[in-house]
């Protein structure tokens, strides 16, 4: 056991994780990160410019940029949503996460490799004594004032120290393909991200074909039981025409679907990113909320050690739900509506096809803000889908 008092100790080194050792170690805290080693999180690589803006990604790391999204129907209808002035960013998580990772270790904070076991405290004594087991299997601990969970959907931080149910959620799985070679499949643009929209592919989600430049992820995701990810991606892929590709990995994890209502103990943990649950509901988005929830987690950690009141890890959640929480609800709505059947799915493919949809949709992806810059276009939206809620459009 090191006898070293680290100020915060972050267990998960994820792009939540990461962001907040890196930002509290270039604040002045001494920090410690807790990473396993070798996992990759299975996810189909997408950010938004402003997350490259916001926390200073280099362009080395993207690896595709995506100019359009077509959207497929139950009934095979395809709808192209151009992305007009913007790009969606991709990246490999593998690389994308050990580069955050390794940015705050150059930032100062110290990199542990190993798994969490529990947190215990002692009765006089200062900050929280750690636990995990190291990638050789031998017991270690380390201690800290504070601690950030930012250890995953199934985070045992957040089910020992704030919220025993964990986070609802929707199990992901996808393969890791080799990219056909320009002009070979006529059903592929490595500028295009295709998302499926049918009850074969997911009852209650959606499936997806991202490009990844070399590399392309194919998946699907649902929290019906029993459902079948791997033959429905097979199924995908069969219809795509991608069975030939080369398969070179296959992951599979759960995504929240809602933020916890809590984030801290009132004491010494604060959570972030899937620990928190802040995966956008319908698209699935969380790189980006991620990395905000790691840098608001830090903020509150940060506010929290200078002033030694702990009611300041509240802060974390207060802030984030103020700057995205409608957002979330809003798009809550929609998977509980628009994904519940394949006649429901028709109609919301068919009104992606709308314009002032397509150019509002963009914009708030690309800035995560809701845009109020044009009235009229939300008042032609809002009718536009009471029509389609009613069943007053023609779903074809």
């Known amino acids: 056991m090191t006898e070293e008092l680290f100020d915060v100790v972050v267990v998960g080194g994820g792009p939540s994780g990461a962001t907040a050792a890196n930002d509290l170690a270039r604040s002045g805290k001494s920090v410690a990160l807790l990473d396993k080693a070798g996992r990759i999180k299975p996810c189909g690589g997408a950010i938004p410019p402003r997350l490259v803006r916001d926390f200073a990604i280099p362009e080395r790391l993207i690896c595709a940029r995506i100019a359009s999204a077509r959207m497929v129907s139950p009934s095979g209808r395809n709808v192209d949503m ?6 969606v960013g991709m990246v490999d998580r593998d690389v994308f996460d050990e580069f955050l990772r390794e940015r705050a270790a150059e930032g100062g904070a110290t990199r542990l490799t190993g798994s969490y076991d529990r947190i215990s405290r002692a009765e006089g004594v200062p900050g929280v004594t750690l636990h995990y087991t190291t990638k050789d299997g031998a017991a270690s601990s380390v201690r800290a004032r504070l601690v950030i969970g930012a250890d995953g959907a199934l985070s045992q ?57 070399k590399t392309m992820s194919i998946g699907t995701g649902s929290a019906t039981k029993g459902f079948n990810l791997r033959r429905s991606v097979a199924t995908l892929r069969e219809a795509a025409g991608l069975t030939g590709l080369q398969t070179l990995r296959r992951e599979g994890a759960p995504i929240p ?6 984030w801290d103990n009132g004491e010494d943990v604060v959570l972030a990113g899937d620990a928190a649950g802040v995966v956008a509901p319908a698209s699935g988005e969380g790189i980006y909320y991620a990395m905000l929830g790691g840098r608001l987690a830090a903020e509150a950690c940060h506010e929290a ?5 702990a009611r ?17 609800w809003i798009l809550g709505i929609m998977q509980y509506f628009w994904y519940s059947s394949d006649k429901r799915r028709e109609r919301f493919v068919k009104m992606c096809a709308d314009p ?41």
């Not at 679907?257 to 809590?262: A, E, N, W, Y």
């Not at 690309?366 to 009613?390: G, Q, S, W």
Request: glycine residues 8%; proline residues 8%; contains cysteine.
């Open 157 to 213: 931080v957040a089910r020992q120290e704030v919220a025993p149910e964990g986070p609802k959620c929707v199990f992901a799985y996808h393969e890791i393909v080799r990219a056909p070679e320009p002009g070979s499949n006529a059903s592929f643009d490595g500028t295009r991200c295709d998302v499926v929209y049918d009850g074969v592919t997911s009852p209650d989600f959606y499936a997806w074909v991202f490009p990844h430049g």
């Open 305 to 309: 050690l200078e002033t030694g009141d």
């Open 257 to 262: 679907m809602k933020p916890l209502s809590r």
């Open 312 to 328: 300041a890890l509240r802060l974390a959640r207060k802030h984030f739900m103020k700057s995205h929480g409608r957002v979330f």
């Open 82 to 87: 151009p992305i007009d002035g913007g790009y």
């Open 356 to 396: 002032d949809v397509q150019a509002l949709t963009w914009q708030a992806y690309m800035n995560k803000e809701l845009v109020r810059a044009k009235p009229a276009a939300h008042v032609r939206i809002f009718f536009k889908d009471m029509a389609h809620l009613l069943g007053f459009a023609s779903p074809t």
